[in-house]
């Protein structure tokens, strides 16, 4: 490769994408697209009232052999009221065995710890990422329904993600969190803090729903509900539960998300829910994000001297039952640490 041939023609190729994603008529397509105008921004007032609730969950590659490997998960929820946090829990560190499902069902056996039952769906042994980010979930609904429980009529749950499952075996666990708050008047919603939901054939969804607020002029907080008519086809559609918006959430931040409600919510309890992600989304080290999430993501993240910590334990682990260290580091050193070297 010369820097006059693939790779200047790879880079004009790149920036021609990308410049496409931001059309001079954005705001005027968008609004034509899903038929929508200033009475369609639904304004807001921040409060904080009742209690919050925030779910996130952490998931790091501890040891990877190729045909087996070892993950680190945990899962958090914090709790906030009356202009601070009330409550904190944290799930004990998990090590997850992947790409061994048949054999030493780790999946299978976190499922049934957690919610009492087999997984409609199993993992596949091929896919270690992917089944390390199903355990992962599998963690945060069961802190999310045991948070749903403690929670009351007009209290807020948040998740981190989206309204849907992205594995057959927990469709019957949303769904029960789903009633749950229903049933109790909790306000449910999940925040996305990157979205892959796209309309008129590949173009982002937040930015054109901050391009056309802006014309309007429109300040924050609003929210906006996008129909699906208009969206381009999304993955895992089957498992969706949850109605898209778009809300930015303080008047001094650039920043917008989207948003799932289940449906249907109506645009009352739709206001009701996003004042109050917007009653706690002044918080100055991420000022339009809802500060309950970012305590969540700090809480559950798995930090490099953690994961650390858990290798140098396992190690001395298999070296005390007598395992070879030199068959250790043939499994599982990563030529790329040698790499690195030079």
């Known amino acids: 490769m010369t820097l006059d041939g693939e790779y200047r023609q790879d880079l004009s190729v790149l920036v021609e994408r990308i410049s496409g994603l931001d059309p001079p008529d954005l705001d005027a397509r968008f609004a034509s697209c899903f038929d929508l105008d200033a009475g369609s921004y639904l304004r807001v007032e921040p409060a904080q009232v009742g209690t919050i609730a925030a779910v996130d969950g952490s998931n790091a590659m501890l040891l990877d052999a190729g045909c087996i490997a070892v993950a680190l998960l945990r899962a958090a929820v914090c709790g906030f009221s009356g202009g601070s946090r009330q409550f904190r829990s944290v799930t004990p560190l998990r090590l997850a065995i992947l790409g ?52 009351g009529r007009s209290d807020l749950l948040v998740l981190d993600g989206a309204l849907r499952v992205s594995h057959a075996s927990h469709e019957p666990v949303l769904v029960q969190l789903i009633r749950t708050c229903a049933k109790k008047g909790i306000h449910l919603c999940a925040v996305t803090k990157r979205t892959a939901i796209t ?144």
């Open 199 to 342: 309309w008129d054939g590949g173009l982002p969804l937040v930015p054109a729903a901050l391009s056309l607020a802006k014309s309007l002029s429109i300040p924050p907080p609003w929210v906006l509900r996008v129909g699906e008519q208009g969206l381009d086809v999304t993955p895992y559609r089957q498992w969706r539960h949850g109605a898209a918006c778009v809300a930015a959430l303080h008047p001094r931040s650039l920043l917008a998300f989207k948003i799932e409600v289940p449906e249907p919510t109506d645009d009352a309890a739709l206001k009701e829910t996003v004042s109050l992600l917007a009653g706690w989304s002044d918080d100055g080290r991420v000022t339009g994000y809802p500060y309950p999430l970012l305590d969540a993501h700090r809480t559950a993240r798995i930090p490099a001297d953690a994961l650390q910590q858990v290798k140098n334990d396992l190690l001395a682990g298999v070296g005390q039952a007598g395992f070879n260290p030199d068959v250790i580091h043939d499994l599982f050193g990563d030529i790329h640490d040698e790499f690195a070297r030079y």
């Open 100 to 151: 061994r499902e048949e054999r030493d069902g780790s999946f299978s056996a976190l499922y049934r710890e957690c919610f009492g039952s087999d997984p409609e769906a199993t993992v596949r042994d091929d896919e270690p990422g992917r089944t390390a980010a199903v355990m992962r979930d599998t963690l945060e609904y069961w802190v999310a329904l045991k948070a749903a429980e403690r929670l």
